[in-house]
T-cell receptor
């Protein structure tokens, strides 16, 4: 069964550093998403991406965040200058018109 | 605006007992509703979804949920809990567009006692 994959599983970084979280969506899916879950809190929507552009974004997704689909398979989330409060689990998801499938997540720890 | 409220951050049941996880939603448009499950150190797995067809929705692993518009509820049930059901369960709502943003509840952690 096809799966959404994410790398790395755990990323530790210093405050102010740039991080790139990587995702490989399901190959025939057209819609891509990033969500995050701060420890002990609810899963929060960050951004959706379709046809090589952002289709929707939340208030969380400020200028420090960017997304890119650099080739036909990867979907990346970049945080330019990480803050302590960016520490969270980041989930990538992709969907066709039937189901939104989530990856296993990347745990980002900002020190 | 849409929102989801899950009553009870932690539910504990005995193996073989009924599982009932509560979810109430708020939506100004006809909603799509979802239940996801998250096992420890894993991602979110779709259990079931309601997209304006049958109000009683059956999902994987013996779970089902009933959409009740009058009560704005979408509670998740399973007749007989199994140890492997121990996980965190999230209710989510979208605005009816099939690719709309998902708004998640805070989650309910289900424990199953032997």
């Amino acid at each position: 069964e096809p799966e959404v994959t994410q790398t790395p599983s755990h990323q530790v970084t210093q405050m102010g550093q740039e991080v790139i979280l990587r995702c490989v969506p399901i190959s025939n899916h057209l819609y891509f998403y990033w969500y995050r879950q701060i420890l002990g809190q609810k899963v929060e929507f960050l951004v959706s991406f379709y046809n090589n552009e952002i289709s929707e974004k939340s208030e969380i997704f400020d200028d420090q965040f960017s997304v890119e689909r650099p080739d036909g398979s990867n979907f990346t989330l970049k945080i330019r200058s990480t803050k302590l409060e960016d520490s969270a689990m980041y989930f990538c998801a992709s969907s066709d018109r039937q189901a939104r499938l989530f990856g296993p997540g990347t745990r980002l720890t900002v020190l | 605006a849409q929102s989801v409220t899950q009553l009870g951050s932690h539910v504990s049941v005995s193996e073989g007992a009924l599982v009932l996880l509560r979810c109430n939603y708020s939506s100004s448009v006809p909603p799509y509703l979802f239940w996801y499950v998250q096992y420890p150190n894993q991602g979110l797995q779709l259990l079931l979804k309601y997209t304006s067809a049958a109000t009683l929705v059956k999902g994987i692993n013996g779970f089902e949920a009933e959409f009740k518009k009058s009560e704005t509820s979408f509670h998740l049930t399973k007749p007989s809990a199994h140890m492997s059901d121990a996980a965190e369960y999230f209710c989510a709502v979208s605005d009816g567009r099939s690719q709309g943003n998902l708004i998640f509840g805070k989650g309910t952690k289900l424990s199953v006692k032997p």
